[in-house]
């Protein structure tokens, strides 16, 4: 297995449990389980956090799959 497989799952694996993460904490907190002050830290809001997450989530499955791009494609 080379770095960039390493580097790649990494990044998949990471970014999937991030997206995990905030789905269901958005989901608990739409059912009653938790509550948005919860996820409060400085001065963002519950909200703000939970999808911070999901989108750095997003982020690093985009960069993971935008590595065998980068490596295999030639630039013109």
């Not at 995990?20 to 907190?29: I, N």
């Not at 009653?32 to 997003?58: E, H």
């Amino acid at each position: 297995m080379t770095i960039k497989r390493i580097i790649q799952w990494t990044l998949l694996a990471s970014g999937l449990f991030l997206i995990f993460f905030g789905v269901l904490a958005c989901l608990f907190v739409f059912l009653g389980l938790y509550q948005f002050k919860l996820f409060d830290f400085g001065l963002s809001s519950g909200v703000r956090m939970i999808s911070g997450l999901t989108i750095a989530g997003c982020l690093l499955l985009a960069t993971s799959f935008g590595i065998d791009d980068y490596f295999n494609n030639s630039v013109n």
